[in-house]
């Protein structure tokens, strides 16, 4: 039998990103259901992973980080208890391909936590559902975290970066220049707001306590990163915020896409180039908060949640 038959598995699930330039038509065809993207599609996309730090797939490596950092959390907590695999999306390994390694390796009872602190019956639920399915397939039981959007440790690590943000901005421009806090997330289509999902109302929770734990008392909620589908997605997006912003006069901002746990396109492409740009002519010194990446308040907090969450495995 496995060393690891006796431990607690640990799927650790996100959403997934192409290992190099290569691998970005498959990337994008797995997004679409199996659907190819048109050549101008495939060419902007591919241009975007280009922009970014000059081809890097800084995803990928952050989310082997965010990994290895919870299973030395998990370690510290729990010595010899855990085991950490990973599955993803629309990359390989696949969801599937985490729970099978598990049970290859001879695992019976497992935590699953996607690296999103939000949950969505859009997102985070469908990655359950996968993992579900598979888990149920292989004999394998398995618990999951949906949420920790308002963990303590989350919050303090967000707390401090947009304290540093601000701080940051206030050197920058000049210590009495108002600065308006952007807290952002990746767009959803509207519909989740007829099916009652909890995804909106847990992101302005998350906000409203980093507000006010960092003092902010001028901010608001915008959206990013809206899918291109006929349908119509949650709004306003950060560039007509932006927009609005400067005709109220605003002129500098701080975006804190609290949504996001690291560096990645979104993020790299969609605000560090697209959105400052859009500031940029507008007359807005936008600056970003750092991203969560490995930061041991994270990984605390995503080590602290599996660990709460182990002794339901079973009971649903």
């Not at 302005?204 to 306590?209: C, K, N, R």
Request: some cysteine; hydrophobic content about 40%.
């Amino acid at each position: 039998m496995s060393d690891l038959a006796n431990k607690t598995g640990v799927l650790v699930m996100s959403y997934g990103t192409p290992e190099s330039l290569a691998d970005v038509e498959a990337y994008y065809t797995h997004i679409r259901r199996g659907q190819p993207p048109t050549p101008e599609q495939l060419a902007e996309l591919t241009e975007r992973y280009e922009a970014i730090v000059g081809g890097v797939f800084p995803l990928r490596e952050n989310t082997d980080g965010q990994v290895a950092g919870l299973q030395d959390k998990l370690e510290t907590l729990a010595p010899g208890q855990y085991t950490c695999f990973q599955g993803l999306k629309h990359a390989r390994p696949y969801i599937e391909d985490g729970v099978e390694e598990m049970a290859k390796a001879g695992i019976r009872r497992a935590v699953g936590i996607v690296l999103a602190p939000h949950y969505s019956t859009m997102s985070v639920g469908s990655y359950i559902k996968r993992a579900k399915e598979k888990a149920a397939e292989l004999g394998v039981e398995m618990a999951f975290v949906e949420q920790y959007h308002l963990h303590p440790k989350l919050l303090q690590a967000l707390t401090e970066r947009v304290s540093n943000g601000l701080a940051s901005i206030a050197q920058a421009t000049s210590p009495e220049m108002p600065v308006k806090v952007l807290f952002s997330a990746h767009s959803l289509p509207e519909r989740i707001r007829e099916m009652g999902d909890p995804y909106e109302k847990q992101l302005l929770e998350t906000s409203a306590a980093v507000a006010e734990a960092a003092g902010v008392t001028d901010w608001q909620f915008t959206w990013q990163s809206a899918g291109r589908t006929r349908e119509p997605w949650l709004g306003p997006d950060i560039l007509d915020t932006l927009a609005e912003l400067s005709e109220g006069g605003v002129k500098a901002v701080l975006s804190a896409p609290i949504g996001f746990v690291s560096d990645h396109l979104e993020v790299l492409y969609d605000l560090d180039i697209e959105a400052k740009a859009e500031a940029a002519k507008l007359g807005i010194h936008l600056e970003r908060i750092a991203m969560l990446n490995r930061d041991p308040l994270y990984m605390e907090t995503l080590a602290e949640s599996v660990v709460a969450e182990t002794g339901r495995i079973g009971k649903d």
